[in-house]
């Protein structure tokens, strides 16, 4: 069974910073893709970065770029995430995807509320 779980979430104001964890355990076999999305209360989920665990191509939300840096550590199945210049536009819960295995399957983790006060 894979379990994909984040941690760091937290308050900040505008202007701070937070970093996030997440570390895929359990069979998934061979990782492709980590990364991070976001939804906001009343709005869509939305891509926030991505890293391919191959090659290392990165993609960024037009949003956070320049202020967010993903980050991966292979060996332990974790992504990583710095969030610098932190907006309360940033406010949302922030949920880990992990593609792996045979078909290239989607894990989610539970999800960390980041929220940035004025």
């Known amino acids: 069974q894979v379990q994909v779980v984040e941690s760091g979430g937290g308050l900040v104001q505008s202007g701070g910073s937070l970093r996030l964890s997440c570390t895929a355990t359990?069979?998934?076999?061979?990782?492709?893709?980590m990364g991070w999305y976001r939804q906001a209360p009343g709005k869509q989920r939305e891509l926030v970065a991505t890293l391919t665990t191959g090659g290392g191509n990165i993609n960024y939300a037009g949003s956070v770029k320049g202020r967010f840096t993903i980050s991966r550590d292979n060996a332990k199945n974790t992504v990583y995430m710095q969030m610098n210049s932190l907006k309360p536009e940033d406010t949302a819960v922030y949920y880990c995807?992990?593609?792996?295995?045979?078909?290239?399957?989607?894990?989610w983790g539970q999800g960390t509320q980041v929220t940035v006060s004025s």
């Open positions: 359990g069979s998934i076999g061979t990782i492709y893709m």
């Open positions: 995807t992990v593609r792996g295995g045979l078909i290239g399957t989607n894990y």
